[in-house]
C-alpha cells in the first residue's frame, strides 16, 4: 500500500506522513480483510493505550512493584487524569480498569501454572500478591478453579507420549 511506518509498537502504528481519506479506507479495510480494525477514535485509542500498558506491565515484568499503585503508573505513563480513563474504559470495554487488572494477573498465573516451573508462592510473588492465599481467592473468583486443581486438570489432560 506504499505506507511507511515510522514506528511500530503492540497496538500502535506511527506514520510518515497523514493518509488521505482513500488510504485511510484502504488501509481500513485491508486491516479488517486480515482480522484486524482500525482505532481512530481518539477514546478507543486511549482504552488500547491503557491495556497495552497493563498487558505490558503484568506480562512484561518479572514482579509488579507494590510499591507503585497501578491507577498511578497509568496516570505518568498516559499523562493524563485517571478518574477520566476509568470512567473512560469502564463505558467502553464495560468493565472497570481494575477488573481487567485482575483478569491480566490471573491469565498470567495460568501461564506460570501451565509451565510447572514455579511453585504456588513464587507465582503469587511475581505477580503482586501480598499472599497465595488472596491469589487463591481471585483465582477461584475468576475462573470457577483453585490453583492447584487447575494446575491438576492441565496435567490430567495431557497424556504421555509412551501411552498414545
Request: glycine share 4%.
Amino acid at each position: 500500500m506504499h505506507i511507511k511506518p515510522v514506528s511500530v509498537q503492540l497496538g500502535e502504528v506511527e506514520l510518515e506522513e497523514d493518509l488521505s481519506d482513500m488510504q485511510m479506507n484502504d488501509l481500513r479495510n485491508w486491516l479488517s480483510e486480515n482480522g484486524f480494525e482500525l482505532l481512530d477514535d481518539r477514546k478507543m485509542v486511549l482504552v488500547e493505550r491503557v491495556k497495552n500498558l497493563i498487558i505490558e506491565i503484568i506480562h512484561g515484568a518479572d514482579r509488579i512493584d507494590l510499591t507503585i499503585k497501578l491507577s498511578y503508573l497509568i496516570q505518568q505513563k498516559l499523562s493524563i487524569d485517571y478518574n477520566y480513563v476509568s470512567s473512560l474504559f469502564s463505558n467502553i470495554e464495560g468493565i472497570t480498569i481494575e477488573q481487567y487488572i485482575i483478569l491480566q494477573r490471573i491469565e498470567r498465573a495460568k501461564e506460570f501454572l501451565e509451565y510447572n516451573e514455579l511453585t504456588l508462592s513464587e507465582i503469587a510473588y511475581k505477580l503482586g500478591y501480598s499472599s497465595v492465599q488472596y491469589l487463591s481467592t481471585q483465582f477461584k473468583k475468576a475462573t470457577g478453579f483453585t490453583p492447584s486443581h487447575f494446575k491438576n486438570i492441565k496435567e490430567n489432560a495431557r497424556r504421555p507420549l509412551d501411552q498414545l
